[in-house]
């Protein structure tokens, strides 16, 4: 960037202008003689009205002109700060100079051929600095110009190079299409074409050299339970079918039917962890009776040292899943801890309520004196870096803060080997596919790389088949999106003015032991919402992104201690709040899709728990009803036959439009006009 795009004082209005009188060689010949017809015109028009060859604008004569183009970078050194520079070329040659940024082009007007050139080599002088470091800058002034060559240069100069504002038949006769292109016959040079094999085959060499000086990776600390490798393929199948239906598969090899050498599931926390009683005591002390099914597949191929996609629902397990054979992975290194010279385990996550969880869940297992920190967007950035520089071997970030610390060198991801995007679907929607692929370049490539999803979209495997090595797929349920089936859902369908009544009412009667999670649409409807239950004795807390993070930590706090029964929150919240014991989730505004539905009533129904879900739904939302039968019925729940009039309903109104805009489209009208009906 330019100093002078910095200059809060700069103004380069006075010294722009519409430069209509010159010709646009970049559209066709009939466009530039029209061009050229009516600068004569309005130059004529001057000579009519008396101005005795003087522009009316400026009140000078411009008997000689001067046109070059310049590229975009160079507008900035050419104006100058505040238009000093053009304010200066204009007293000291007495010229006119105009600027039209939206055709690229500098124009010099005077009644002086040499002042006009003397003013176009400084205005030359000045892109050429503004471009310095480039060799097509370094061309001699007045150098041809052919269409091969547009956008390569500096700046490159305009047809003619005079005329006379009371000699039009001559200029007229001397103008060219030749002239619009060359000032001489000097060709242009030609760039080279790029060998675009050759500087990929250069990035993979420099690549390989980079990643060849990273000291020995140990992947695989797996030793299979007898038990578990004598198990028949029935047997197999019967434990994976019991566990939700489970699926592995090398997910990127299933056209060539290669899955291969793909670890049994265990259905005892032993027949992993014999080898390690320490961390076995760990788990024991949560009093887990037996492996969730992601995790009973899940920690045989990570032990092994395979890359995973993990897809199951929320409230399943995938945490542990990923976490303790990361405490292995670290643990198990040749290489001591402190040589390594940072983190061993980065764990993304697209929310900081699902970061600051993961934390939490990573604290409850004291291995070896692994230690973990949380850097998040919102935290006191100085307290994080604190931790980081006190040695951690485990990193738990959203991707903002994460490439915050990595620029400012606090962070070195070089010496990640375990990799974990959890909710990847998610951190996708929210847009940091960018920060991930641009962390993920500066991590060795034969690290161990885990993704969760609750979905399978095709943004998440398009993702996966760049950054993973022949990962094993564990998808636990269907592929297709559906909701838990340990939650009962209710659907209401309501006018807006109910719901408020409807919320306040359910609250009047819960049970003593009941906690429930209110999602509203919008920041502002949550916090009118929260001050009208206030107010109205029912004591309750909010979280939503406009809140401070000591503000959104602190409700989650009440709500987990018991403190407050009810939490009010945005889809902020719809994922990353892993509180057990929440048994009611409230849908006060339906959500925009049905994608976001399924997280949120997934806030309970948790940790072999049961939950209801109540959804409010209103005209506006009858474009997802039939998409939410789909959900409910694939669940086994009740369908209210006014949702299922709702859907059927919005159906004929999408057909009659569909044939009100092919009946248009015939008659040449426009059908836009037809809204949605109401009923």
């Known amino acids: 960037m330019s100093d002078w795009e910095d200059d809060e004082e700069y ?8 430069v209509r009188s010159v010709p646009n060689y970049s559209h066709s010949t009939n466009r530039r003689s029209s061009d050229y017809r009516e600068y004569r015109r309005r130059e004529k028009d001057s000579t009519t009205n008396k101005n005795n060859g003087r522009d009316t604008a400026y009140g000078r004569r411009f008997d000689f002109k001067e046109s070059l183009y310049v590229r975009p970078e ?35 007007v005077g ?27 370094q061309r001699p002034h007045g150098s041809g110009y052919n269409r091969n060559d547009r956008g390569n240069q500096a700046y490159r100069s305009y047809g003619r190079e005079e005329h006379s504002s009371f000699n039009y038949r001559s200029s007229e006769t001397s103008y060219s299409r030749n002239d619009d292109y060359n000032t001489n016959d000097e060709p242009s040079p030609k760039r080279p074409l790029i060998d675009w094999d ?10 390989a050299e980079r990643w060849s000086k990273c000291p020995p990776l140990t992947k695989n600390f797996y030793v299979e339970d007898p038990d578990v490798t004598n198990m028949n393929e029935e047997e197999v199948a019967r434990i994976r079918l019991e566990n939700n239906n489970t699926t592995v598969s090398r997910v990127f090899e299933q056209e060539s039917g290669k899955s291969d050498n793909i670890p049994n599931p265990v259905w005892k926390f032993e027949q992993c962890f014999a080898k390690y009683p320490d961390l076995l005591a760990e788990v024991a002390k949560q009093q887990f009776k037996k492996p969730s099914p992601i995790q009973a597949q899940a920690w045989p191929v990570l032990l092994k040292g395979e890359d995973l996609i993990g897809i199951a629902q929320t409230g399943t397990g995938k945490t542990l899943a990923f976490l303790l054979p990361a405490l292995i992975h670290i643990e198990y290194q040749t290489i001591p801890r402190s040589r390594r010279g940072g983190p061993n385990v980065l764990v993304l996550a697209p929310t900081r309520e699902l970061a600051l969880q993961i934390e939490k869940e ?3 297992y004291s291995f070896r004196g692994i230690k973990a920190v949380c850097v998040y967007g919102g935290g006191s950035r100085k307290d994080q870096i604190q931790s980081v520089e006190a040695g ?63 979905t399978w979209p095709s943004c998440v495997r398009r993702l996966a088949q760049s950054y993973t090595n022949n990962p094993i797929q564990v998808c636990i349920g269907s592929l297709d999106l559906a909701a838990t089936h340990s939650v009962r859902q209710v659907v209401e369908v309501v006018d807006e003015s109910e719901k408020y009544p409807l919320v306040k009412s359910f609250i009047k009667s819960m049970k003593s032991d009941d906690k429930i999670i209110i999602f509203c649409g919008k920041k502002i409807r949550a916090d009118d919402l929260s001050s009208d239950l206030n107010l109205a004795g029912y004591l309750c807390q909010a979280i939503h992104g406009s809140r401070d993070q000591a503000d959104r930590e602190q409700a989650i706090a009440d709500i987990t201690s018991g403190e407050v029964r009810i939490l009010i929150a945005t889809d902020v919240a719809s994922r990353g709040l892993d509180i057990d014991d929440v048994t009611h989730v409230i849908n006060y505004d339906f959500p925009r899709n049905i994608e976001e539905y399924v997280h949120r009533i997934g806030r309970t129904g948790r940790a072999g728990r049961t939950g209801t879900s109540i959804s409010y739904i209103t005209r506006s939302d009858w474009g997802l009803a039939a998409e939410l039968i789909k959900i409910m019925e694939e669940a086994g729940q009740n369908v209210p036959d006014k949702l299922r009039g709702m859907a059927e309903r919005f159906k004929q109104m999408k057909e009659r439009r569909s044939d009100d805009n092919a009946k248009g489209r015939r008659n040449g009208g426009d059908s836009r006009s037809y809204g949605y009906r109401k009923y």
């Open 11 to 18: 103004d380069e209005k006075p010294q722009v202008s519409n």
């Open 362 to 364: 990573v604290n409850k």
């Open 74 to 108: 160079s507008f900035g050194r050419i104006i100058g700060r505040a238009g000093s520079t053009i304010q200066g070329l204009q007293s000291d040659f007495n010229v006119r100079v105009d600027i039209d940024k939206s055709r690229g082009m500098v124009t010099v």
């Open 111 to 137: 009644d002086n051929k040499g002042k006009v050139n003397n003013a176009l080599d400084r205005i030359r002088q000045k892109a050429d600095e503004a471009n310095d470091g480039n060799s097509h800058s």
């Open 392 to 454: 951690v071997e485990v990193i738990i970030c959203t991707p903002g803060r994460l490439n915050d610390l990595i620029e400012a060198k606090v962070i070195n991801v070089t010496t990640v080997t375990y990799l974990v995007l959890d909710e990847a679907d998610r951190m996708l929607d929210m847009g940091f596919e960018p920060q991930i692929r641009k962390i993920l370049l500066d991590i060795r490539p034969d690290r161990q790389t885990i993704m969760t999803s609750a």
């Open 198 to 207: 050759a500087a990929n085959k250069r990035a993979e060499l420099a690549r």
